[in-house]
């Protein structure tokens, strides 16, 4: 099952503590993305990379930081200044749109963290 | 903004019947649109895109830009298309970043 690894499935937080979400991709996708899922809310964006070391914030940053050093990863860590983490974490990549390739094929997604704060 | 709505959070229908999943959006530019499924205990998967104007599992899509709307069809329903689905517009001018609605949970009763 190749494609997109997320680690771990389950991830416990203490209140105050920092954790860090793994995200990797052997696709070659240039694009990577954090999406949080709540329940009957859908899937919202928390940030985005087109590329190796630039990042965008979403819609729902506040709280979340990432990093993008290497093409294949993209870590997420949720801070304790994030005042509801309790959620089901998505990454996902696709290839990237640019000038000459206008169209998106789409994502691939990653099995999901499910973050609860104990 | 974008903005995608998934009018009915839960649909359900018996096996053979047909089925129509609702999608509206709202984008001011031209409008790239998916489906993304996913089944219980998998991950979530693109089911197909609009762009691509194809058929898959048996499933449909047109977009209608008069209407706003990307409706996803299947004439005879399976059990097996039981699932939770997604609609979801991506955003040519801002690196590919999707918006999506708040799924559908589709349950095909035999």
């Known amino acids: 099952d190749g494609g997109i690894t997320q680690s771990p499935k389950y991830l416990f937080r203490k209140e105050g503590q920092n954790v860090t979400l793994s995200c990797e991709q052997n696709?070659?996708?240039?694009?990577m993305y954090w999406y949080r899922q709540d329940p009957g809310q859908g899937l919202r964006l928390i940030y985005y990379?087109?590329?190796?070391?630039?990042?965008q914030k979403g819609d729902i940053a506040e709280g979340y930081s990432v990093s993008r050093e290497k093409k294949e990863s993209f870590p997420l860590t949720v801070t304790s200044a994030q005042k509801n983490p309790t959620a089901f974490y998505l990454c996902?990549?696709?290839?990237?749109?640019?000038?000459?390739?206008?169209?998106?094929?789409?994502?691939?997604f990653g099995s999901g963290t499910r973050l609860t704060v104990v | 903004a974008q903005r995608v709505t998934q009018p009915e959070k839960l649909l359900s229908v018996f096996k053979g019947a047909p089925v129509e999943l609702k999608c509206n959006y709202s984008?001011?530019?031209?409008?790239?649109l998916f489906w993304y499924v996913q089944y219980s205990r998998q991950r979530l998967q693109l089911l197909l895109r609009?762009?691509s104007r194809e058929s898959i599992k048996g499933f449909t899509a047109d977009l209608n830009k008069g209407e706003t709307s990307f409706h996803l069809k299947k004439p005879f329903a399976q059990e097996e298309d039981s699932a939770m689905y997604y609609c979801?517009?991506?955003?040519?001018?801002?690196?590919?970043?999707?918006?999506f609605g708040d799924g559908t949970t589709l349950t095909v009763k035999p």
């Open positions: 696709l070659n996708h240039d694009a």
């Open positions: 609009h762009i």
């Open positions: 979801a517009l991506n955003n040519c001018r801002e690196a590919g970043k999707s918006t």
């Open positions: 990379s087109q590329i190796v070391n630039d990042f």
């Open positions: 996902a990549s696709s290839t990237s749109m640019s000038r000459d390739s206008p169209v998106s094929y789409g994502y691939t």
């Open positions: 984008y001011s530019g031209s409008p790239e």
